[in-house]
Protein backbone atom coordinates (compact mmCIF):
# COMPACT_ATOMS: atom_id res chain seq x y z
CA UNK A 1 0.00 0.00 0.00
CA UNK A 2 3.13 2.57 0.43
CA UNK A 3 6.01 3.12 -0.66
CA UNK A 4 7.49 5.88 -2.97
CA UNK A 5 6.88 5.30 -6.99
CA UNK A 6 9.92 5.72 -8.87
CA UNK A 7 8.03 7.29 -11.53
CA UNK A 8 6.63 9.99 -9.24
CA UNK A 9 8.33 12.87 -10.43
CA UNK A 10 8.07 11.84 -14.47
CA UNK A 11 3.90 11.77 -13.55
CA UNK A 12 4.44 15.53 -12.02
CA UNK A 13 2.88 17.86 -14.26
CA UNK A 14 4.60 21.22 -13.86
CA UNK A 15 3.22 22.78 -16.75
CA UNK A 16 -0.09 23.78 -14.23
CA UNK A 17 -1.30 24.96 -10.99
CA UNK A 18 -1.88 22.22 -8.53
CA UNK A 19 -3.67 22.45 -5.69
CA UNK A 20 -1.87 20.61 -3.59
CA UNK A 21 1.23 22.44 -4.24
CA UNK A 22 -0.49 25.64 -4.65
CA UNK A 23 -1.94 25.03 -0.73
CA UNK A 24 1.80 24.33 0.18
CA UNK A 25 2.78 27.28 -1.16
CA UNK A 26 0.39 29.16 0.87
CA UNK A 27 1.93 27.29 4.21
CA UNK A 28 4.89 28.41 3.22
CA UNK A 29 6.35 25.03 2.35
CA UNK A 30 8.78 24.38 -0.83
CA UNK A 31 7.12 21.45 -2.45
CA UNK A 32 5.71 23.64 -5.43
CA UNK A 33 6.44 24.97 -8.52
CA UNK A 34 6.63 28.11 -10.63
CA UNK A 35 3.75 28.15 -11.92
CA UNK A 36 1.80 27.35 -8.75
CA UNK A 37 3.19 30.24 -7.44
CA UNK A 38 2.14 32.34 -10.07
CA UNK A 39 -1.52 30.86 -9.98
CA UNK A 40 -1.46 31.19 -5.89
CA UNK A 41 0.36 34.79 -6.51
CA UNK A 42 -3.30 35.94 -8.51
CA UNK A 43 -5.35 34.62 -5.86
CA UNK A 44 -3.56 36.77 -3.87
CA UNK A 45 -4.07 39.64 -5.76
CA UNK A 46 -8.07 38.57 -5.51
CA UNK A 47 -8.17 37.96 -1.60
CA UNK A 48 -5.50 38.65 0.35
CA UNK A 49 -6.39 36.13 3.01
CA UNK A 50 -5.94 33.17 0.91
CA UNK A 51 -2.48 32.15 2.83
CA UNK A 52 -4.95 33.00 6.31
CA UNK A 53 -7.86 30.52 4.79
CA UNK A 54 -5.24 27.77 4.07
CA UNK A 55 -3.72 27.76 7.66
CA UNK A 56 -7.38 28.08 9.31
CA UNK A 57 -8.49 24.82 7.25
CA UNK A 58 -5.14 22.96 8.66
CA UNK A 59 -6.14 24.13 11.88
CA UNK A 60 -9.46 22.72 11.98
CA UNK A 61 -8.02 19.49 11.14
CA UNK A 62 -5.45 19.40 14.33
CA UNK A 63 -8.90 20.50 16.40
CA UNK A 64 -11.77 18.38 15.19
CA UNK A 65 -8.76 15.34 15.03
CA UNK A 66 -8.06 16.14 18.61
CA UNK A 67 -11.56 16.07 19.52
CA UNK A 68 -12.48 13.01 17.75
CA UNK A 69 -9.71 11.37 19.45
CA UNK A 70 -11.20 12.97 23.01
CA UNK A 71 -13.89 11.08 22.26
CA UNK A 72 -12.45 7.91 21.72
CA UNK A 73 -12.23 7.40 17.94
CA UNK A 74 -8.99 5.49 17.29
CA UNK A 75 -9.70 4.84 13.30
CA UNK A 76 -8.84 7.76 10.78
CA UNK A 77 -9.36 7.66 7.09
CA UNK A 78 -7.90 10.80 5.89
CA UNK A 79 -8.79 11.49 2.17
CA UNK A 80 -7.10 14.70 0.20
CA UNK A 81 -4.35 14.33 2.23
CA UNK A 82 -1.98 17.02 0.55
CA UNK A 83 1.55 17.83 1.12
CA UNK A 84 2.66 16.79 4.27
CA UNK A 85 2.93 20.02 6.98
CA UNK A 86 3.82 18.83 10.61
CA UNK A 87 1.95 18.46 12.80
CA UNK A 88 0.17 16.13 10.47
CA UNK A 89 -3.42 14.02 11.41
CA UNK A 90 -1.34 11.06 12.97
CA UNK A 91 0.51 12.88 14.80
CA UNK A 92 -1.91 14.98 16.50
CA UNK A 93 -4.58 11.90 16.84
CA UNK A 94 -1.27 9.64 18.24
CA UNK A 95 -0.68 12.11 20.62
CA UNK A 96 -4.09 11.35 22.18
CA UNK A 97 -4.04 8.04 21.52
CA UNK A 98 -0.92 6.53 20.55
CA UNK A 99 -2.53 3.55 19.18
CA UNK A 100 -4.85 5.35 17.06
CA UNK A 101 -4.66 3.66 12.91
CA UNK A 102 -4.42 6.15 10.20
CA UNK A 103 -4.90 5.56 6.88
CA UNK A 104 -4.32 8.81 4.39
CA UNK A 105 -5.13 8.89 0.93
CA UNK A 106 -4.15 11.14 -2.05
CA UNK A 107 -4.06 11.21 -6.11
CA UNK A 108 -1.36 13.59 -6.28
CA UNK A 109 2.56 11.96 -7.12
CA UNK A 110 4.16 14.29 -5.08
CA UNK A 111 1.97 13.50 -2.49
CA UNK A 112 3.26 9.97 -2.57
CA UNK A 113 6.55 10.74 -3.17
CA UNK A 114 6.57 12.29 0.54
CA UNK A 115 4.46 10.04 2.06
CA UNK A 116 7.17 8.40 4.05
CA UNK A 117 7.38 11.50 6.06
CA UNK A 118 3.18 10.20 6.80
CA UNK A 119 4.04 7.09 8.35
CA UNK A 120 6.65 8.21 10.80
CA UNK A 121 4.09 7.37 13.76
CA UNK A 122 3.66 6.16 17.31
CA UNK A 123 5.01 2.19 17.99
CA UNK A 124 1.81 1.57 19.32
CA UNK A 125 -0.58 2.99 16.38
CA UNK A 126 -0.28 2.35 12.75
CA UNK A 127 -0.24 5.03 9.80
CA UNK A 128 -0.58 4.20 5.48
CA UNK A 129 -0.80 5.58 2.34
CA UNK A 130 -3.01 4.68 -0.07
CA UNK A 131 -2.77 6.24 -3.32
CA UNK A 132 -6.34 6.72 -4.99
CA UNK A 133 -8.98 9.53 -6.11
CA UNK A 134 -11.95 10.39 -3.93
CA UNK A 135 -13.65 9.81 -6.95
CA UNK A 136 -13.11 6.02 -6.92
CA UNK A 137 -14.31 5.28 -3.54
CA UNK A 138 -14.57 1.36 -3.90
CA UNK A 139 -10.44 1.90 -4.42
CA UNK A 140 -10.24 3.63 -0.93
CA UNK A 141 -12.38 1.38 0.92
CA UNK A 142 -10.55 -1.65 -0.38
CA UNK A 143 -7.60 -0.34 0.54
CA UNK A 144 -8.59 0.82 3.76
CA UNK A 145 -9.70 -2.33 4.94
CA UNK A 146 -6.64 -3.69 5.01
CA UNK A 147 -5.75 -1.40 8.19
CA UNK A 148 -8.81 -0.07 9.39
CA UNK A 149 -11.39 -2.77 11.00
CA UNK A 150 -14.67 -0.71 9.54
CA UNK A 151 -16.62 -2.69 12.11
CA UNK A 152 -15.30 -0.01 14.16
CA UNK A 153 -15.71 3.65 14.07
CA UNK A 154 -14.41 5.88 11.86
CA UNK A 155 -13.41 8.94 11.19
CA UNK A 156 -13.88 9.71 7.89
CA UNK A 157 -11.63 13.49 7.33
CA UNK A 158 -12.30 15.83 3.79
CA UNK A 159 -10.65 18.77 4.91
CA UNK A 160 -10.56 21.37 1.48
CA UNK A 161 -10.91 18.97 -0.52
CA UNK A 162 -14.55 18.78 -2.17
CA UNK A 163 -14.45 22.34 -3.46
CA UNK A 164 -12.69 20.55 -6.18
CA UNK A 165 -15.06 18.13 -6.90
CA UNK A 166 -17.88 19.36 -9.06
CA UNK A 167 -21.43 17.86 -8.59
CA UNK A 168 -21.42 16.12 -12.02
CA UNK A 169 -18.65 14.19 -10.70
CA UNK A 170 -21.34 13.43 -8.05
CA UNK A 171 -19.78 15.07 -4.64
CA UNK A 172 -22.51 14.05 -2.37
CA UNK A 173 -22.89 10.63 -4.07
CA UNK A 174 -19.24 10.12 -3.39
CA UNK A 175 -19.66 11.24 0.26
CA UNK A 176 -22.44 8.85 0.91
CA UNK A 177 -20.80 5.90 -0.56
CA UNK A 178 -17.65 6.39 1.40
CA UNK A 179 -19.98 6.81 4.57
CA UNK A 180 -22.64 3.58 4.02
CA UNK A 181 -19.42 1.28 4.52
CA UNK A 182 -18.59 2.91 7.93
CA UNK A 183 -20.54 2.19 11.10
CA UNK A 184 -22.44 3.67 13.76
CA UNK A 185 -20.48 5.91 15.91
CA UNK A 186 -18.29 6.92 12.48
CA UNK A 187 -17.64 10.59 12.02
CA UNK A 188 -17.23 12.86 9.12
CA UNK A 189 -14.94 16.01 9.83
CA UNK A 190 -15.24 18.36 6.70
CA UNK A 191 -14.35 21.90 5.29
CA UNK A 192 -15.50 23.91 2.25
CA UNK A 193 -14.77 27.03 0.62
CA UNK A 194 -17.86 28.74 -0.29
CA UNK A 195 -18.88 32.25 -1.99
CA UNK A 196 -21.03 33.30 0.48
CA UNK A 197 -19.38 36.24 1.65
CA UNK A 198 -17.08 37.05 -1.38
CA UNK A 199 -19.26 36.52 -4.83
CA UNK A 200 -17.48 38.65 -6.95
CA UNK A 201 -13.94 37.58 -5.92
CA UNK A 202 -14.68 34.36 -5.64
CA UNK A 203 -16.36 34.14 -9.51
CA UNK A 204 -13.52 36.03 -10.59
CA UNK A 205 -11.44 32.80 -8.81
CA UNK A 206 -13.42 30.23 -9.94
CA UNK A 207 -12.86 31.20 -13.61
CA UNK A 208 -8.81 32.34 -13.52
CA UNK A 209 -8.61 28.55 -12.40
CA UNK A 210 -10.54 26.98 -14.77
CA UNK A 211 -8.37 28.50 -17.62
CA UNK A 212 -5.60 27.34 -15.90
CA UNK A 213 -7.54 23.58 -15.61
CA UNK A 214 -8.31 23.24 -12.17
CA UNK A 215 -11.94 23.17 -11.28
CA UNK A 216 -13.47 25.06 -8.15
CA UNK A 217 -16.44 24.02 -7.39
CA UNK A 218 -17.83 26.75 -4.64
CA UNK A 219 -21.14 25.55 -2.45
CA UNK A 220 -23.04 27.59 -0.22
CA UNK A 221 -24.04 26.73 3.76
CA UNK A 222 -27.05 24.97 2.29
CA UNK A 223 -24.66 22.57 -0.07
CA UNK A 224 -22.46 21.91 2.21
CA UNK A 225 -24.69 20.90 4.95
CA UNK A 226 -26.72 18.72 2.60
CA UNK A 227 -23.00 16.51 2.69
CA UNK A 228 -24.10 15.86 6.72
CA UNK A 229 -27.57 14.83 5.73
CA UNK A 230 -28.71 11.56 8.35
CA UNK A 231 -25.32 12.35 10.49
CA UNK A 232 -25.49 14.14 13.82
CA UNK A 233 -24.21 17.31 13.75
CA UNK A 234 -21.76 18.08 16.77
CA UNK A 235 -22.15 21.51 17.89
CA UNK A 236 -21.86 24.15 16.89
CA UNK A 237 -22.75 22.50 13.45
CA UNK A 238 -21.72 24.09 10.26
CA UNK A 239 -20.01 27.01 11.30
CA UNK A 240 -17.28 29.39 9.47
CA UNK A 241 -14.00 27.24 9.95
CA UNK A 242 -12.30 29.43 12.40
CA UNK A 243 -15.23 29.21 14.90
CA UNK A 244 -15.72 25.52 15.26
CA UNK A 245 -14.37 25.02 18.84
CA UNK A 246 -11.33 27.91 18.98
CA UNK A 247 -10.82 26.80 22.41
CA UNK A 248 -9.16 23.47 21.25
CA UNK A 249 -6.29 25.07 19.33
CA UNK A 250 -3.83 28.08 18.60
CA UNK A 251 -5.83 30.99 17.11
CA UNK A 252 -4.51 31.38 13.86
CA UNK A 253 -3.17 35.30 13.11
CA UNK A 254 -5.40 36.91 10.72
CA UNK A 255 -8.39 34.82 11.00
CA UNK A 256 -10.02 37.51 12.63
CA UNK A 257 -10.32 39.81 10.30
CA UNK A 258 -12.91 39.59 8.58
CA UNK A 259 -15.26 36.24 7.76
CA UNK A 260 -13.23 33.33 6.42
CA UNK A 261 -14.85 32.29 3.26
CA UNK A 262 -15.26 28.09 4.64
CA UNK A 263 -17.31 26.08 6.35
CA UNK A 264 -16.72 23.81 8.82
CA UNK A 265 -18.10 20.82 10.57
CA UNK A 266 -17.99 17.41 12.33
CA UNK A 267 -21.22 14.83 12.43
CA UNK A 268 -21.55 11.46 13.76
CA UNK A 269 -23.17 8.56 12.04
CA UNK A 270 -26.26 7.70 14.11
Not at 61 to 75: D, I, K, N
Amino acid sequence: MTGQDPSAAIRIDTSRPHPARMYDWYLGGKDNYPVDEEMGRQMLALDPRVPVMARVNRAFMHRATRWLAGQGVRQFLDIGTGIPTEPNLHQVAQEVAPDARIVYCDNDPIVLAHAAALLRGTPQGVTEYLEADVRNPGAILKGAKQVLNLDRPVALSLVALLHFVPDEDGAHELVGRLLSELPSGSYLMMTHATADFTPEESAAATEKLRAAGVTLALRSRAEFTRFFGGLDLIEPGVEVVHKWHPELGEPVPGQDDGVIPGYGAVGRKP
